[in-house]
C-alpha cells in the first residue's frame, strides 16, 4: 500500500466544528508512521503556530493550509431569507514562504472585508491576486466544483473547474472523499472524468474533524454547543440547518483514520493515495519561528550620524543615549561616577541587544500620554530597575535609590526582549493607543487574540446541557471537581471517589462527564487580551494573520501572546487601572475643593501621619494592604519606614508568608538577626537578616560565589520557577565559585 498523509484536517481552532487536539493527532500520525500532516481549519489560522512547532516533537513535516469561505463578492453583506449568503468551501496549501504569506494575506482580508456574521469570507478577486506558491485541491462536497455538479450540472461544474485549473496548474489537485455519502459518490466519478480529461492527478482525503472513531458523538455535542440545540434535535440536511432541525455531520466516519484505514477505502485508485506524497514532496517546511521586528522610530535628523549597514539601529541608539543623558542631569542633578557607570553599562547592553529603539518607543508614547494630562504609573516589574528608563521618562522610580537590578529587566548573557509594563489610568489608555495608531498605522497596530477553552466545570456544564441533563444534576457533578486552578477532569476523577464512581456507571451522568472529559480543553470562543498591544514596522498582514473583534476597533492578531513575539511581532502591554483614575480624580478634587495641587510624583515618604494609619491597620482601598492578614501583620509590624511596606509587599505571598513572624520579631528586637556569613550583612540588613528581595538573591550569588550578573540572573529565574534541574546545577556551581572565594562550605545558604 502507497503511504499516505492526510491534507485536509480540522483541528480545536475550527472553533466548535472541530473536536481534534493538535498533540493527539500529531501522536496518531507518529504511531501510524505517516511522514506529514497538514492543517486546514475553517476560516482561520489560529491553531498554525503552535501546529508547526508540536512538529518538531514528532519527526513529521507540517503543511500549513486553511479551508477558506469563498463566495461571488467578499463586500456584499445583505441578504434576505430567500436569497442567503452562499459560500462555498476551499482547501488551500502554502507549498513555500510566498505561499504562506499570501495564505496569511486572503485569511486576514477575510476578517478585515469580507467579515459576515462569523464567516471570514474571500472571493476570486483575492484569490486571483495573492494565489502564488499555494495548492489548492476541489475540496469537499461543500466546494465549488461538487456544488456546480449537484446543482448546476456537468457542463458548468466544468467550466468551474477550468477557472481553478487556469489558475493554479499543476498545484491544482482534485480531492477524493468517501464518507458513505450518496452525493459523494455522484461528484466523484464527475471528477475522475475531469482529472483523465485534463490530466490532473487525484489526491484521496478524509474530512477530519476528530481524532478517533468513537469521538464522533463528542464532536456532535461540540456542535450543539456551536449552534444552541439539544442533541435529541433532528439533523437537518443542508448546512444552515431550519425550524425544528439543527447541523450535524451525517456518520462517524469523519475522523483521523489510520494509512490502512485510507488504503481500503481507495483501494480501487491506489495513486491518490500515493499523490499526497506528491504534494508532501513539494512543500517546503516553514520556519514561523524570527526575530523581532522592530517598529520604525523616526528620530532626529542630526542624529542621524552612522552610515553603515545598521545605521538606523547605531542612530536611534545614540538618540537614545542623548535622551538618557539629558534626562540624568535632570533626575540627579549631580552626576556621580556610580551614575554614569551604571548608565554607560546599560547602554552598552542595550545597544549589544538593538533594543534602543523599543525604549524609544516606549517612552516616546508615554510622554504624549503625560503630556496631554494622562494619568500614567510610575512603573513597576522588572522595568524599573532601569536607570535609562528612569531618565527618559519611561518609569518615575530611581532604581539606584532602591538598589534595584538592571539585569533582572534584561540579561546581557540571555537575549530576552524587554518587558516594560505601562498602567494608564482607564479613560487616558485609549487616548494613548489612538496615539500609537495615528503615528504607525492602522494596519500596523493591533490587539491580541485569547482562546477561551472549555475548562472542566464549563465542559460539564456545556455536555449537560445538550444532552437534555437538569440543572441541578449538573451542578452537582460540577460540585465534586475540586477548585483547584487549572485542575482537569482525569485529575478531578483521580482525586474524588465520588467522579470515579459516576463514571462507572452507564446512565446519563456517565455519558456526561465520559464526553466532557473529551471534549475539555476544546478552544470555545475567542477574545481580546486586556492589554496587549502590538506595533509591527510594517503593514502586520505581511507577517502575521490578523482578525477583527466586536469589542476593538483595531486588529487583533490570529496568533495568541503565547507565541505573537515568537511569529516576530513585538507586544507592549497598555493596561488601564482604575486606581489610576481614583487618584486622578482625587487630585483634581483636591485642587478644586481646596486650591492645593499635589505632585503625587515627590510626594513624602516619611509622613508620620501616613504611618500611623498602617500602624493601625487602616489601609482599607489600598491596593495589596487591604485583606484582613495584610491588616493583621500591619498592627504586629508597626511599620515606621517605607522600606517595611516594600518588604511587607514582598512577602505577603505563598511560601514568603512564613518569614513574616521573623521578620516582624526581628524588627522590634525579640529574636536576634543573624547572617550565616558576615559578607551577608551588606545585603540583608535592611530586611533583617532575612532574603526577601530577588535582588538580593542575585547580589549575594556575585558577591560569594563570583556569579556574573547574567548567572545570577539565571538564578533568580530558576528559584522563581521552581526549575529544579537548573537549580541543582547552579548549586554545584555556586557552592564551587564561593569555596574558591573562601568560604565554609557549612555555612554557605542553600
Known amino acids: 500500500m502507497p503511504d499516505f498523509s492526510h491534507l485536509h484536517v480540522h483541528t480545536q481552532f475550527s472553533l466548535l466544528d472541530g473536536a481534534a487536539d493538535i498533540s493527539k493527532l500529531y501522536k496518531k500520525a507518529a504511531t501510524d508512521g505517516m511522514k506529514a500532516l497538514a492543517i486546514t481549519d475553517h476560516g482561520n489560522m489560529f491553531g498554525v503556530f503552535k501546529f508547526v512547532a508540536e512538529a518538531g516533537k514528532h519527526n513529521i513535516k507540517p503543511i500549513v493550509g486553511c479551508e477558506f469561505y469563498v463566495v461571488d463578492d467578499r463586500h456584499k453583506k445583505q441578504f434576505t431569507k430567500e436569497k442567503k449568503d452562499k459560500r462555498y468551501h476551499q482547501l488551500m496549501l502554502a507549498k513555500n514562504p510566498e505561499g504562506y504569506k499570501n495564505l496569511i494575506k486572503l485569511c486576514s482580508l477575510g476578517y478585515m472585508e469580507g467579515l459576515y456574521s462569523k464567516w471570514p469570507r474571500i472571493d476570486k478577486e483575492l484569490i486571483l491576486k495573492y494565489h502564488k506558491g499555494i495548492i489548492a485541491t476541489t475540496c469537499c462536497l461543500g466546494a465549488s466544483v461538487p456544488q456546480a455538479i449537484l446543482s448546476r450540472g456537468e457542463a458548468e461544474a466544468e467550466e468551474e473547474f477550468k477557472w481553478w485549473l487556469d489558475l493554479f496548474g499543476e498545484d491544482y489537485y482534485i480531492e477524493m ?167 554607560n553599562f546599560e547602554l552598552f547592553t542595550i545597544r549589544t541587544m538593538g533594543f534602543a529603539g523599543y525604549f524609544l518607543i516606549v517612552a516616546d508614547f508615554i510622554k504624549h500620554g503625560r503630556n496631554i494630562g494622562v494619568f500614567i504609573g510610575p512603573g513597576r516589574g522588572s522595568a524599573a530597575g532601569s536607570v535609562v528608563a528612569y531618565c527618559t521618562g519611561i518609569t518615575n522610580i530611581d532604581p539606584l535609590k532602591y538598589n534595584l537590578l538592571f539585569e533582572r529587566f534584561l540579561n546581557p548573557d540571555r537575549k530576552s526582549l524587554p518587558d516594560i509594563d505601562t498602567d494608564f489610568d482607564d479613560a487616558g489608555r485609549q487616548k494613548v493607543i489612538d496615539y500609537v495608531v495615528e503615528k504607525y498605522g492602522k494596519n500596523q497596530v493591533a490587539q491580541i487574540i485569547t482562546y477561551g477553552s472549555m475548562a472542566a466545570r464549563t465542559s460539564i456544564q456545556d455536555v449537560g446541557r445538550v444532552l437534555d441533563m437538569p440543572l441541578s444534576e449538573v451542578n452537582a457533578i460540577k460540585k465534586f471537581v475540586p477548585d483547584t486552578l487549572g485542575i482537569t477532569l482525569k485529575d478531578a476523577i483521580e482525586q474524588v471517589p465520588e467522579l470515579k464512581e459516576i463514571l462507572k456507571g452507564n446512565d446519563l451522568r456517565a455519558q456526561v462527564l465520559r464526553e466532557a472529559e473529551k471534549l475539555e480543553g476544546s478552544v470555545r470562543n475567542t477574545g481580546v487580551h486586556a492589554a496587549g498591544i502590538i506595533i509591527a514596522p510594517y503593514d502586520l498582514t505581511d507577517i502575521v494573520p490578523v482578525a ?166 539565571y538564578l533568580r529565574k530558576a528559584m522563581g520557577k521552581k526549575q529544579i534541574d537548573v537549580l541543582n546545577k547552579m548549586e554545584s556551581e555556586f557552592m564551587d565559585g564561593a569555596t574558591a572565594k573562601g568560604h565554609a562550605k557549612d555555612k554557605l545558604p542553600k
Not at 227 to 252: C, H, L, V, W
Request: charged share 30%; glycine share 6%.
Open 177 to 343: 472523499q468517501r464518507h458513505d455519502i450518496p452525493e459523494q459518490n455522484t461528484v466523484n466519478a464527475i471528477l475522475l472524468k475531469f482529472a483523465k480529461k485534463y490530466n490532473v492527478k487525484v489526491i484521496c482525503s478524509n474530512d477530519s474533524h476528530y481524532v478517533d472513531q468513537q469521538d464522533s458523538n463528542a464532536h456532535d455535542i461540540l456542535l450543539c454547543v456551536n449552534t444552541g440545540d439539544m442533541q435529541s434535535t433532528p439533523i437537518a440536511t443542508d448546512e444552515e440547518g431550519g425550524k425544528g432541525y439543527r447541523f450535524g455531520f451525517p456518520n462517524d466516519q469523519f475522523y483521523f483514520k489510520t494509512q490502512a484505514e485510507m488504503g481500503e477505502l481507495f483501494d480501487d485508485i491506489p495513486e491518490s493515495l500515493d499523490n499526497t506524497n506528491e504534494i508532501v514532496d513539494k512543500v517546503e517546511v516553514l520556519k514561523l519561528k524570527r526575530d523581532i521586528l522592530l517598529p520604525n522610530f523616526v528620530i532626529p535628523e542630526e542624529f542621524n550620524i552612522h552610515k553603515t549597514s545598521d545605521a538606523d539601529t547605531l542612530n536611534q541608539w545614540e538618540y537614545l543615549k542623548h535622551l538618557t543623558f539629558t534626562g540624568a542631569k535632570e533626575r540627579y542633578v549631580d552626576l556621580t561616577p556610580e551614575v554614569e557607570e551604571r548608565i
Open 548 to 713: 477583527v473583534a466586536k469589542d476593538s476597533d483595531l486588529l487583533v492578531t490570529q496568533y495568541d501572546g503565547r507565541v505573537i513575539e515568537d511569529a516576530g511581532v513585538i507586544k507592549m502591554d497598555f493596561l488601564g487601572l482604575k486606581t489610576l483614575t481614583i487618584l486622578k480624580d482625587a487630585l483634581m478634587l483636591i485642587k478644586q475643593n481646596h486650591d492645593v495641587t499635589i505632585d503625587i510624583d515627590t510626594i513624602p515618604l516619611d509622613d508620620p501621619k501616613t504611618f500611623e494609619l498602617y500602624q493601625r491597620g487602616d489601609t482599607n482601598g489600598t491596593f495589596q494592604f487591604e485583606s484582613d492578614g495584610m491588616q493583621m501583620y500591619l498592627r504586629e509590624l508597626k511599620p515606621d519606614k517605607f522600606e517595611d511596606l516594600i518588604a511587607m509587599n514582598a512577602l505577603y505571598r505563598p511560601g514568603p508568608m512564613e518569614y513574616i513572624p521573623n521578620f516582624i520579631s526581628r524588627k522590634h528586637g525579640r529574636e536576634p538577626i543573624t547572617f550565616d556569613l558576615a559578607d551577608m550583612e551588606e545585603y540583608l540588613g535592611e530586611t533583617y537578616g532575612i532574603t526577601v528581595y530577588q535582588e538580593q538573591v542575585m547580589l549575594l550569588s556575585q558577591k560569594l560565589a563570583g556569579f556574573t550578573k547574567g548567572q545570577a540572573d
